[in-house]
C-alpha cells in the first residue's frame, strides 16, 4: 500500500472520528473530551499529538491525533487524560464500537 494511500486512509478515519466525537459531545449521553496529555500527565508524544477520548457503555475508546487536527474536534479539553488507559488494543476497540452500535440500535 502506498504512503499517498495509508495517509488518505488516516485522514479519513480522523475526519470520521471528528464528526462521531462530536455529535456524542453535543447529545450529552456519552463522556467525550480531548488533552494534549496521558493520565500520567506526560505530553502525547512530545506535544506534537493529542488523545481524544470516548467512555462508552461498552467501554473505553481513544486515538491520537496530530496537534494541527486539534481544531476539527469540538470537544471539551482537559488538562490530561482523565480516565486511566485500560490497555486496550485496536480490535479491542473495533469490538467496543460494534458493541455500541449494535446496542444504540437496540434501544
Not at 23 to 37: A, C, D, G, P
Not at 65 to 91: C, G, R, V
Amino acid at each position: 500500500m502506498s504512503n499517498e494511500l495509508i495517509q488518505e486512509l488516516y485522514e479519513f478515519r480522523m475526519l470520521y472520528n471528528a464528526i462521531a466525537f462530536n455529535e456524542l459531545h453535543k447529545h450529552k449521553e456519552i463522556e467525550v473530551y480531548k488533552s494534549k496529555r496521558h493520565n500520567n500527565g506526560e505530553l502525547c508524544f512530545d506535544g506534537e499529538w493529542f488523545i481524544v477520548v470516548a467512555i462508552l457503555p461498552t467501554g473505553q475508546i481513544t486515538n491520537h491525533y496530530h496537534i494541527d487536527n486539534w481544531d476539527l474536534f469540538k470537544i471539551p479539553s482537559k488538562a490530561k487524560m482523565e480516565h486511566k488507559f485500560d490497555e486496550h488494543t485496536p480490535q479491542d476497540v473495533i469490538q467496543r464500537i460494534k458493541d455500541y452500535l449494535i446496542l444504540s440500535t437496540n434501544s
